[in-house]
């Protein structure tokens, strides 16, 4: 997978603009979705990926491929983009409330079908990934990750200590990586 | 290594100062296992991500992704020798906007007051229908469809703006403010709102009318004070707003002055602040739909290109806005720049150019509106058979102080 997408960037370095619209075909749902679920708001979200590809295809040398992965790097590009709009937006009093973020969303009724086996299986693997950490650590990595909480401020919310915050994100975060594929870990 | 581990996530989810986020970009690149790490760490909170409820984002955001790529050349149209040598002298007090305000009650008896008061509302009744979580951002219309009937957005009929009641005000900054909330972003929104009300209406129609909605009430907060005291004080907040924004919303859009529709491209954009409150934002915005109307009206096809520069004048931004024109068209344009003003014969194309015109000497300090053209702080010329409409602000320099903050995100 690494590879196809080093192909991937290697394409948009040169300006093929097909390799983008391949990129987006394969990740840009995903990439809506998570900036929709922090921002809750469908004109935002789109600006926000609107903007990261063009980042990319502005200055793809801003990904540097011995780092990681295209889709990783994008995916935290969107989520800290989608963040600092949300701390921005929450300045302004303009916000939904924390419920509605983290409440557990089932399974979309009209979410596409996986268009083949390696989406399927990431998804079982996505599935298992979650399911198998405690509450308590997905709690805290959900108040990390899609609301942009800093430790200090998750201590507060939850009332736990700061180092309490950091063994379960940082735990959390391990147990993610044991459920990656051996050849990515 | 759980310290190192704990460093790399929380540089991750830009949680670390710049300095020492600057550390471990340092560290990462100088050390393989390290960045192994680090990898290791972002395929794990990709994992996170991957887990966000499933959303479909509308069909036309491929577009608008592609539209970027495939327009983002840089300076399609080459500008005039002239204005590649200006130096303009910069007030010692940068301009933040808001020195264009007036109060409702600078519009005299008339019953503008009333119009304007009215219009407002009706941004606020159309603010829901066309917002980023309402039916019409998911492209089911249908509500907005209903509404657009019933909502009091008094749109105005081409060239009748200046002959209703607008010679009665007394106060010349009055006119000034009360045109800007007719002949900027409203005339667009009509055009979308006629769409909308005929049934030809789409997702992106919808979202068009957001950011025209948005900015129309940006506009008329900063031209009457005592509008809405109450968001006004939000817009008069420091607040850093980046050549992105703008960016974003011209990108591939369909803009209409009346119904003359044509579409938008952006060429080089520098990344960076351009104003630095909503009420400066407002402002700038203003001068650009101006030129907008103005050039939109007289392009071959009704499209035209914007672009932002900060490197050509010394300290200063150029929006340069171009499009294929004919000579006869190009000539009526110059016209209309030149233009001295006279409050009498004044007609809404004269009055789009002396909007600029008057918002430019405001920010250069300039005592006459003509001094802001004598001095080419904006202008038309011709170049090959496109025309260029241009104006100059003093831009934010680097060393700014205060704005917008963000996360201390290593990957923007």
Request: aromatic residues 6%; contains cysteine.
């Amino acid at each position: 997978m690494k590879v196809v997408e080093e192909e991937f960037w290697e394409r948009i370095a040169t300006g093929d603009t097909s390799a983008l619209a391949e990129l987006y075909d394969s990740i840009g749902t995903k990439l809506f979705s998570l900036s929709y679920q922090i921002l809750n708001d469908r004109w935002d979200a789109e600006e926000v990926v609107q903007d990261a590809f063009a980042a990319l295809w502005k200055k793809p040398q801003a990904f540097n491929p011995q780092k990681g992965k295209l889709t990783s790097w994008l995916m935290v590009l969107v989520r800290n983009r989608s963040v600092d709009r949300y701390r921005s937006r929450k300045r302004r009093k303009d916000t939904a409330s924390l419920d509605t973020v983290l409440e557990v969303h089932p399974a979309d009724e009209s979410e596409d079908i996986p268009s083949s086996a390696s989406q399927t299986d990431e998804k079982q693997l996505l599935g298992s990934a979650i399911e198998n950490l405690p509450p308590k650590q997905i709690k805290v990595l959900k108040l990390s990750y899609f609301k942009g909480l800093t430790h200090p401020e998750i201590a507060q919310e939850l009332g736990i200590s700061l180092g309490t915050v950091k063994s379960r994100i940082r735990l959390g975060v391990e147990k993610l990586r044991l459920s990656l594929p051996n050849s990515l870990r | 290594m759980p310290d190192l581990e704990q460093t790399l996530i929380d540089y991750s989810l830009g949680l670390l100062k710049r300095k020492d986020s600057e550390e471990v970009e340092t560290l990462i690149a100088k050390d393989k296992q390290v960045a192994q790490q680090f990898s290791v760490v972002q395929d794990s909170l990709c994992l996170m991500g991957t887990s966000a409820r499933h959303a479909k984002p509308n069909d036309d955001l491929k577009a608008r992704v592609m539209e970027i790529c495939e327009s983002a050349k840089p300076e399609i149209t080459p500008h005039p020798l002239e204005l590649l040598n200006l130096a303009p002298a910069l007030p010692i007090k940068r301009y933040i906007g808001g020195g264009a305000s007036v109060d409702l009650g600078d519009l005299g008896k008339s019953d503008l007051k009333d119009r304007v008061n009215r219009l407002y509302e009706g941004m606020l009744e159309l603010r829901d229908l066309v917002c980023g979580t309402s039916a019409a951002s998911e492209g089911d219309l249908s509500e907005l469809c209903k509404s657009a009937d019933s909502i009091s957005v008094e749109l105005p009929k081409h060239n009748s703006v200046c002959s209703n009641g607008v010679s009665s005000v007394p106060h010349e900054q009055a006119i000034q403010s009360f045109l800007r909330t007719q002949l900027t972003s409203l005339p667009s929104m009509g055009y979308f709102l006629k769409k909308i009300r005929e049934g030809f209406g789409n997702a992106g129609d919808a979202r068009r009318l957001f950011y025209l909605r948005r900015d129309q009430m940006k506009i008329m907060r900063a031209s009457f004070a005592d509008l809405d005291a109450t968001l006004l004080a939000e817009d008069e907040k420091l607040r850093l707003h980046g050549a992105g924004l703008l960016r974003t919303k011209w990108w591939g859009a369909e803009h209409s002055y009346y119904n003359r529709p044509g579409k938008v491209m952006c060429g080089n954009f520098f990344e960076g602040p351009v104003t630095e409150r909503c009420v400066e934002f407002a402002e700038y915005d203003s001068n650009l739909y101006c030129f907008a109307n103005l050039l939109g009206s007289k392009s071959e096809n009704g499209g035209f290109q914007i672009e932002l520069d900060n490197s050509k004048i010394p300290e200063c931004v150029l929006a340069t806005l171009s499009a294929i024109t004919s000579s006869e068209n190009h000539s009526e344009l110059k016209d209309i720049i030149v233009k001295k003003y006279h409050r009498e014969t004044m007609d809404e194309d004269g009055y789009l150019a002396h909007l600029v015109k008057s918002s430019i000497s405001r920010a250069f300090q300039l005592s006459t509106t003509s001094e802001a053209l004598n001095t080419k702080l904006l202008g038309c010329e011709r170049t090959g058979n496109q025309t260029l409409l241009w104006f100059v602000w003093p831009a934010i320099l680097p060393n700014h102080g205060g704005g917008e903050a963000t996360t201390s995100n290593p990957l923007q």
